[in-house]
């Protein structure tokens, strides 16, 4: 016969016994504190640098200062410098749409595959019609409006005489509201009002670089217009008439950047 147990030693085995059991329990799987840090560690981010290139006169090889070039998935418009460069800066390598242009030349767009550190050179055909006198300044004008308009971080789109005078709509509210993303209502005060960031809110209208009433857009015709702007990223619609146009031309007009809030133009 076995000696006898000491007094309390079985209850000292049993209790041992639970302990090693909920320590084993407390302890994590093998490998997955490993498995959990890996799922913790972000990817880095892909290595950027600063796109550099120039814009040049395919007939001439000289550069061209002034010339707009705009990234079009990223939305980002630069400008060339008196030298005719640009620069993007934090770019990553990838493929990416071009679109390039300058007054007094036809605007290129193309697709280039940009590795790190290239440089890009692009060159633009002379139009093949030279615009004369008073034609060339307000050409001039629309062209820095259009830059002033790429340049304002909101989205946006421009109708100019050609587009305006074949349509259909017998006013420029019924234009925009067919022609754009914007969906326009009118209050109980008979305002215009267009929904913006799932609210309703008061339409922003300029004509010729002033401020005005919303009823403005149903008493001009789209064929009065040398020039229509529509910016749906904020609910704005800038009106130019072509005797503005003219005018503004001959003086020196230069426009000045465009508030993103408020209601001024």
């Not at 071009?98 to 280039?112: A, D, K």
């Not at 929904?195 to 064929?223: H, K, M, T, Y």
């Amino acid at each position: 016969m076995p000696p006898a147990s000491p007094p309390g030693s079985t209850i000292r085995r049993l209790v041992t016994g639970l302990s090693c059991v909920l320590s084993a329990a407390a302890l994590p799987a093998t490998g997955s504190v490993g498995a959990a840090h890996a799922q913790d560690t972000l990817p880095e981010p892909p290595p950027t640098f600063t796109f550099q290139g120039e814009v040049r006169d395919y007939m001439t090889e000289l550069p061209i200062p002034g010339a707009s070039v705009q990234i079009a998935e990223l939305k980002f418009l630069v400008m060339t410098d008196h030298v005719g460069r640009f620069a993007f800066p934090e770019l990553a390598p990838g493929r990416y749409t071009f679109v390039t242009s300058g007054f007094g030349y036809e605007t290129n767009r193309e697709q280039s595959t940009i590795g790190m550190n290239a440089f890009m050179v692009v060159r633009l055909n002379p139009m093949a019609i030279a615009l004369e006198g008073i034609e060339v300044t307000v050409e001039r004008l629309v062209r820095q409006l259009e830059i002033r308009r790429l340049s304002t971080p909101r989205a946006s789109e421009a109708f100019e005489t050609e587009v305006m005078e074949q349509t259909m709509e017998t006013d420029v509210a019924s234009f925009v509201d067919a022609r754009t993303s914007l969906t326009l209502y009118r209050d109980q005060l008979d305002r215009l009002q267009v929904r913006l960031r799932g609210r309703q809110r008061p339409l922003r209208v300029c004509l010729d670089e002033v401020a005005v009433a919303s009823g403005f857009l149903g008493n001009i015709q789209p064929g009065e217009l040398g020039l229509l702007e529509v910016y749906e990223g904020m609910g704005m619609v800038r009106m130019y008439t072509k005797d503005f146009l003219s005018r503004a031309a001959r003086e020196g007009f230069s426009p000045a950047p465009i508030p993103l809030v408020g209601r001024g133009c």
